[in-house]
């Protein structure tokens, strides 16, 4: 409980610095946008101007050197042009890309320069980036980060003032679990709506245009998520008996039977926050990868962007809640979608099998569990696993309260290819 306690002040910390630097940007949208608009309708200069003007003037510089200074830490890229006159300027970036990286000694630029400064620097072949003083580009990343920060800072705030208020209520705990874990997904949303934005050259409006509808969605399914979570019966740990996870040293040999029902088997929660990372990663690569390239048309870009969140969201609601309830009336599997029940009756074997393929990927069970029906069907048993259970103990057990439990005569049958 204060391991949960201090995870939750972390998340409270964070999302007040979130907030904190979601106010700043707020506030130099504006200034940023000014100046982005003095820039763009500013004048040229009608010769080389001798001192700091408001006007634009394209200079012509050779360069002399351009270092990226990648994995050096705390310096910005960089390059060194040069006058037609001989003197050096130095002007630095914001990023390597995309001209620095690629500058070379003695290449022939142009450097516009407003208000005393080289504001971007560009190629001949139209190919251009802004400087560290560049005013385009500045209120959209400003604006993209209020939003970021603002919306993940509030829900997260929220959700931990939710958690620490109602601390000792598992149902609630997990509820405001949601919301922060929304917020993540809000401020995800947020900035790869900048990065799209940005990328296809897209107006200052497109950011909300975009990042509205979609944050409209999260916070549906945020709300939706949090009742679903504060209406849930189960505990946070499965109902067993016996402890979670593989059994200790001794105890596989000892089987029990249907008095030590009703019996629960889930993910753990270790394996399902790594399937989850997975999954988020993945996520967040396919749609920085569409939105980028020009490989998908608009109408699919939008489709993929509320149907992966969306799989995100039942991922989150759902996994916690699947698995495999055994009782006195049978095994109820619990899926994504519904519940099935098989009575004790209907079972003609139950067996550990090993999955195929489960070495190509850690994240995946060496054995899983199956329910053999009558007729040669099988039904696999959600969640009963090697990753999580000793298999020879559980299924043990299992076909113990199965001896107990089936109320009809049995018969084998053949086993099943």
């Not at 003695?106 to 320069?113: E, H």
């Not at 620490?164 to 997904?185: K, N, T, Y």
């Not at 209406?231 to 979670?244: C, F, Q, Y």
Request: net charge positive; proline share 6%.
């Amino acid at each position: 409980m204060q391991s949960k306690a201090i995870q939750v002040v972390g998340w409270l910390v964070i999302a007040l610095v979130a907030l904190l630097a979601g106010v700043v940007s707020a506030l130099e949208v504006r200034g940023a946008l000014e100046r982005e608009r003095e820039f763009l309708a500013a004048p040229v200069c009608a010769s080389a101007p001798v001192k700091a003007s408001a006007c634009v003037w394209d200079q012509k510089f050779t360069v002399r050197r351009a270092d990226t200074h990648r994995g050096e830490e705390g310096k910005a890229p960089e390059a060194e042009l040069v006058l037609p006159s001989g003197k050096p300027w130095t002007v630095t970036f914001r990023s390597a890309d995309p001209l620095v990286s690629e500058m070379k000694p003695g290449d022939a630029v142009v450097g516009v320069i407003w208000h005393g400064q080289a504001v971007e620097v560009r190629y001949a072949d139209g190919r251009r980036q802004q400087t560290e003083f560049g005013p385009v580009g500045w209120p959209a990343d400003r604006l993209g980060g209020a939003l970021a920060c603002l919306s993940f800072g509030l829900t997260a705030l929220v959700g931990s003032l939710w958690a620490l208020i109602v601390r000792r209520d598992r149902r609630h705990a997990r509820a405001a679990a949601m919301v922060r874990w929304h917020g993540v997904a809000l401020g995800l949303t947020a900035l790869l709506t900048l990065w799209a934005q940005s990328n296809n050259d897209w107006p200052l409006w497109a950011i909300p245009a975009i990042w509205g509808p979609l944050a409209l969605f999260l916070l549906a399914t945020m709300v939706v998520s949090a009742i679903a979570a504060l209406r849930s019966d189960v505990a946070d740990d499965p109902v067993l008996t016996l402890p979670t996870g593989p059994s200790p040293v001794g105890v596989s040999g000892l089987v029990v039977g249907a008095e030590d029902l009703p019996r629960e088997y889930r993910m753990s929660r270790g394996r399902r926050n790594g399937l989850l990372a997975v999954l988020v990663a993945k996520m967040a690569l396919l749609l920085l990868l569409v939105w980028t390239e020009e490989i998908a048309p608009s109408w699919m870009r939008l489709g993929l962007s509320v149907l992966l969140p969306l799989v995100l969201v039942v991922f989150f609601v759902r996994v916690p809640r699947s698995g495999t309830l055994v009782s006195g009336t049978g095994i109820h599997i619990r899926g994504f979608t519904h519940t099935r029940r098989v009575a004790w009756e209907d079972i003609r074997d139950i067996r550990a099998e090993p999955l195929r393929g489960a070495h190509l990927n850690a994240l995946l069970p060496n054995v899983i569990a199956y329910a053999y029906l009558t007729g040669g069907r099988r039904k696999l048993l959600l969640n009963l696993n090697s990753a999580d259970y000793d298999m020879d103990h559980e299924i043990s057990f299992l076909r113990a309260a199965w001896a107990e439990l089936r109320d009809t005569e049995f018969v084998p049958e053949a086993p099943v290819a």
